[in-house]
């Protein structure tokens, strides 16, 4: 495969799949009580310009809260590390310490890996699904010029944009309002953040920010 029909297809999975897929949640109940700090952490954002309702922690598990780890991944300070085995994603600190958040990935696996940087970021991004999606499901017509921002829009309060050698990759780090797809692999391409994660990671990490991205085969501990 060349490199412009890996980019299309890609671009398919990494557009396409910030649709969250059909299907009925399994989530399994909460079996811890909920610390002040996580509640007040994924509380509402009224001040927002679409505004977002609290999370409902049961949907979670606990392991996918926003905390602060030991860094397990190496790198420099301020690298973004998604580990997509694991559903986790990392932002480097110094001194040795990571924040980590809870992701989703998509249900078909994550084919791409490897080096990014991210030139910009937007908030309330506008979704725009690629013209094989459209193919695939006739009822996107509607947005083929892009969704407006709002809670429903698939790439949620903020989109990261990632490229690659210059390029883009067409694969985002985005927000999402479906908090069980956290920790799980139920959509067909980019990785996900529960809107309140995503924020905080966008007001984190400025342009220009490395990314890294491993793949399944190859996951992390922490």
């Known amino acids: 495969m060349n490199r412009r029909n890996f980019t299309l297809g890609l671009g398919a999975v990494a557009l396409g799949g ?8 399994v989530v399994s109940p909460q079996r811890t009580t ?3 700090e996580v509640i007040a952490m994924y509380g509402p954002r009224p001040n927002e310009r679409f505004p977002i309702p609290a999370v409902d922690l049961s949907k979670i598990e606990p392991q996918f809260w926003r905390r602060e780890v030991p860094d397990p991944t190496g790198e420099r300070t301020g690298t973004i590390v998604v580990d997509t085995g694991a559903r986790y994603l990392y932002l480097v600190r110094e001194g040795g310490r990571a924040i980590r958040y809870g992701v989703g990935i998509g249900r078909d696996g994550f084919s791409w890996n490897g080096d990014a940087t991210i030139p910009f970021k937007r908030e309330w991004p506008t979704w725009t699904p690629p013209a094989e999606m459209i ?3 006739p009822d996107l017509e509607q947005y083929r010029d892009g969704m407006e921002p709002g809670l429903g829009n ?4 903020r989109a990261l944009y990632l490229f690659q050698n210059g390029r883009d990759t067409l694969y985002r780090l985005h927000g999402t309002q479906e908090a069980y ?12 953040l529960i809107n309140q994660d995503i924020i905080d990671l966008y007001d984190r990490v400025p342009n220009g920010s490395r990314v890294v ?5 190859n996951p992390l501990t922490a």
């Open 135 to 137: 193919a695939r499901e």
């Open 154 to 157: 698939p790439l949620g309060a």
């Open 18 to 25: 910030c649709q969250m897929s059909p299907q009925t949640a």
């Open 213 to 217: 991205v491993r793949p399944p085969s």
């Open 34 to 36: 909920i610390p002040p």
């Open 181 to 192: 797809s956290i920790g799980r692999a139920v959509s067909s391409g980019c990785v996900r």
